[in-house]
Every structure is written in C-alpha cells, then in structure tokens.
C-alpha cells in the first residue's frame, strides 16, 4: 500500500532510482506473536517473565461469534502468526552469505520506538553484509530514574519482544541467516563500528547509497582485521537507515519479524475487553482500528522527555500546548471517552481535570484493570507497561501525539497505512490524517519520516 515518498536530495542509479519514488513510511504492525514451540532455539527468559501460556489465540474463538462475544473470548487479540514474507525471502536469496562474518547487536537503547527500530536496522546492516547474528540484546533503564537510559546493563531481547516470533520469522522469510543466541567462547573479539560512520553523507533521509554499505563495510573490515572469522559489533543505529531503497514490499513486511512479548499482549487485551464494558462501547472489535469507539492520547511530558526536549526550547514539549491541542482534536472526533498514555500521573490527573470542560471521560490503563489483572500490570517496568499502551492506542478510532516522541510516530504511521488521506506530511500538523494527528511544525523531523520501519 504505498504512500507519500521521501524525496531525495542524491540520486540513486538504476533500480535504486526506481525504489526511491516508493513509500518511506508506515509503521509498524506489533500485532504479532507466536504461541508454537521452537524445538531447535532455546528461548531467553528474564526473572519477570514466568508464564508459559495465556490461552487460546483469538483465532480459536469461533468466527460466527458477534465482534463483541469475539472480544469477551479471545485472550490475546493482538496474537498473529509468524512471518512468512516472500519480499524478504527475494532480498535474502540475492544476497552472498559470509558464514565466517557474525555481526552482534546490543547497543538499543531508549523507549520501545527506539528499540525496535534500532534493532531492525541491526538486522538490515547483517542481510546486507551477509552475516549471521546473535539475538540482539538491549540497554536496560534505570527503574528508579527513566532518564537515565544509557551506560548501562543489558538485558535478553524477550525483555520487549518475543523470540520465538522473531527466530521463527528470519527462519521463515531468510533462512540464509543464521541466528546464534550468543558467541562461542573461541570466537574473536568484537570490533565496534557504528554503522553509519562507513557511509560517505549521512541527511534527515538516511545513508547515502544504500545499496553501496555492503562495499564499504567490507573495505572497512579488510583493513580493521585479519582474523578469519571476525565478530563486529554495531553501533546503536536508530534513524539513519532509508527504509524506502528497498522494495515497498520488502519495507511493510521488514518490522513484523518483531512483536511484543506474550504477558503484555495479554494485559493489553484485557485493558481493551473492560474499555468497552466500562464505558458500553460499541463497534467491529475485529477491525485494526475500533471507529467510532475511543479517542488515544500520548502525553509526552515524562521526565526524560522534559530532560531531552526542554519546554523552554520546544514549545511540543509544554504540558499547555500538548493539553490543548488534544482536547480540542477529541471534542471534535465526536467521541467522549479518551485514553491516555502516559508516566506522568500527576498530569494525567490534570489532564482529566481540563477533559472535564468539554465533557470528556479520561481513563488509563491503571483505572481499567483490578485485581490479578493490575498486579501484571505493576509488575512491568516502565518500558513493558508502554508495550501496554502502544498496543491500546493502535485501535483508538482517532489518536493525537507529538512530534518528538518516536513513539507517537510509530503509533501515527502504523495507523496510516489505513487511512485515506495521502498528504499526511504537508499539515496542518507534522502528520495529518483523518486517523491521527502528530503535533509539530509541518516538515521538522523529516527523519521519522524516512527511517521508520513500517
């Protein structure tokens, strides 16, 4: 499904030219999972993640049901099957393989939007050099100040995602690509490299040329090492990669090799199944997106948010500016119940408090679940309760963020990919559909844009 291009300010040559007019966003599809047993990869588990099954996958509750005996029924709506992309498997099967090259990636940091894309990118720069890959790995925040992300201990790729879906997904759709889940104790030493750096311009729009990384890394290699079998380490690399040279196809199915770990999903659905009770809504629960059903809200004012876009220097920072424009884009959806993301209680409150003026309901996922239900729920650090609300915030029927924050960016673009409205980059707002609004000056953040893996 294409939508409005990145325009490049290189030419690329060839076949390049031709991919560079398609899509450069869409995001994401974390409606993911996989409930099979992997028999040949033994999965990483963290102390938190005790559980081995949920229940039975949406697509065991009968379809003849209506969508609201569907929803009462079904545990894990957001469960889907892993990839099998014959996109990927064409880029795979072009690509000369280096069994002798394992490539690591354990430097994602940051919020569930920087790691996913960070991690993608990881296992875009390991197809094109050919490369097997260990299971990424990733910078565990600091539980007691959400600031402080980087420098620090990490933590096994099922911290976010699931594995299974993730190993089974490459094995499927690149089964060129080996997955290791950690380096053997004779191999050599890692050789760090940011993987950017090899490229000759880095703009808003990515790497230059793309399609020449894979020279360029192995000019690099050649005169970094001698070893036979090198190890190479990447670099955090987050919005630098130009998901539109690759083929559209190839862009749209790259990021559902990713999804959300299994107790969050779960969560996420009961969150949504006493939405509705709660607040008697109606709709097609089957849908992507519940019309008419519920209005979603980020509100970006956590600390670390506030730490790196200070409100003095960036007005989308400002609780004021954020509230206003929110409220007055839910007054006019037509809708009265808001669902808001956020890890600022204290100005979710104020938030609700202003909601009242235009006769607005403001709930959050803490106010939806009780009992067994909460006590997963708190049991989550910050960054697995925000696998909660992002999985929430995909089926609002109009969604508001801004423009900073990758994580509304994500939410934005996966939305779009539904949307009617083409001319989601020219305004009023950063991103405009009738789906959702991202709040910012029209054409600031133009690498969200281009580096986001749909």
């Known amino acids: 499904m294409a939508l ?52 039975p996958a949406p697509d065991s509750v009968p379809q003849d049901t ?13 469960d889907d099957a892993p990839l099998d992309s014959a996109a990927i498997r064409e880029v795979c099967a072009k690509t000369e393989w280096n069994a002798n090259l394992t490539f690591t990636c354990n430097n994602s940091g940051g919020g569930v939007g920087n790691q ?102 192995y000019g690099w290699l050649s005169n970094a090492t001698d070893v036979q079998k090198p190890v190479v380490d990447l670099d955090r690399s987050y919005l630098q990669y130009p998901i539109y040279s690759d083929p559209e196809a190839f862009a749209l199915d790259f990021g559902k090799v990713l999804k959300f770990r299994q107790d969050t999903r779960v969560v996420a659905t009961t969150t949504l199944r006493n939405l509705v009770q709660k607040f008697d809504l109606h709709g097609d629960f089957r849908s992507p997106i519940w019309n008419h059903t519920f209005f979603g809200v980020h509100l970006r004012t956590e600390r670390d948010s506030q730490q790196g876009w200070p409100p003095s220097l960036y007005e989308y920072s400002k609780y004021e500016t954020q509230s206003t424009n929110y409220l007055k884009q839910a007054a006019a959806s037509g809708t009265t119940v808001m669902y808001v993301a956020s890890g600022n209680v204290q100005e979710i409150a104020r938030f609700a408090e202003d909601a009242r003026a235009y006769n607005l309901s403001v709930t959050t996922k803490h106010q939806l679940l009780e009992g067994a239900d909460k006590e997963k729920l708190e049991a989550f650090t910050f960054d697995q309760q925000a696998l909660v609300d992002y999985l929430v915030l995909l089926k609002s029927s109009d969604f508001a963020g801004v423009g900073h924050s990758s994580f509304a960016w994500n939410i934005a673009l996966w939305r ?30 133009l690498e969200y844009a281009c580096c986001l893996w749909p």
């Not at 539904?418 to 600031?444: C, F, I, K, W």
């Open 66 to 78: 209506s969508s609201e005996q569907w929803l009462q029924k079904a545990t894990d709506i957001f």
């Open 116 to 217: 996913r894309n960070s991690i993608l990118n990881c296992l875009r720069y390991a197809i094109s050099a050919g490369a097997s890959m260990t299971m990424p790995r990733m910078i565990l925040r600091n539980p007691a100040n959400i600031a402080d992300i980087w420098n620090r201990e990490r933590i096994s790729f099922d911290y976010l995602f699931d594995e299974p879906h993730f190993v089974e997904s490459l094995r499927l759709s690149c089964p060129q690509l080996h997955i290791l889940k950690e380096l053997e104790s004779n191999d050599s030493s890692p050789i760090f490299v940011t993987p950017e750096k090899l490229s000759e311009e880095i703009t808003p729009e990515g790497i230059d040329h793309p399609e020449e990384w894979r020279e360029r890394f």
């Open 416 to 445: 779009h990919q539904l949307a009617r409205q083409r001319d989601h980059l020219n305004g009023p707002q950063l991103m405009s559909d009738e789906l959702s609004q991202v709040y910012g000056t029209v054409r600031q953040y």
């Open 4 to 55: 409005v291009p990145c325009r490049l300010s290189r030419p690329y040559n060839g076949r390049k030219l031709m991919l560079a007019s398609i899509t450069c966003i869409c995001f994401l599809w974390f409606y993911l999972s996989f409930n099979q047993s992997y028999t040949s990869y033994t999965s990483l588990r963290a102390p938190w993640d005790a559980h081995d099954s949920a229940g």
